[in-house]
């Protein structure tokens, strides 16, 4: 009912940049919190910031002051703006949504937590 589709991601050197983007779509009533995470080979998966429907962000300590989490959310979708890349960024980047599903009259309906497919992200140094 809700699919999330991820893109942005690549190879890029040290120090460069990426942006990662993430729409929703389908029976969508409201979007609560949309989130990027990510894991790498051998590694759990982890936060890497977060961003709720009134604003707030959070992010993760080893990515603070070099990405920037922000949503539009007129077209539910978020990015990942990730500057001073690091090839310890080197992973799978996953989107995450808090979704309350529309019902058949556009009433909600129910919570349901939806997983992107997941970018590479590749940092080389």
């Known amino acids: 009912q809700v699919q999330l589709v991820e893109s942005g991601g690549g190879l890029v050197q040290a120090g460069g940049s990426l942006r990662l983007s993430c729409a929703a779509s389908?029976?969508?009533?409201?979007?609560?919190?949309m989130a990027w995470y990510r894991q790498s080979p051998g590694n759990q998966r982890e936060l890497v910031a977060s961003s709720s429907s009134g604003g707030s962000t959070n992010y993760a300590d080893s990515v603070k002051g070099r990405f920037t989490i922000s949503r539009d959310n007129a077209k539910n979708t978020v990015y990942l703006q990730m500057n001073s890349l690091k090839p310890e960024d080197t992973a799978v980047y996953f989107c995450n949504a808090a979704v309350i599903v529309a019902g058949p009259v556009r009433e909600p309906s129910r919570y349901l937590e939806v997983w992107g497919q997941g970018t590479q992200v590749t940092v080389s140094s």
């Open positions: 389908g029976s969508i009533f409201s979007i609560n919190v």
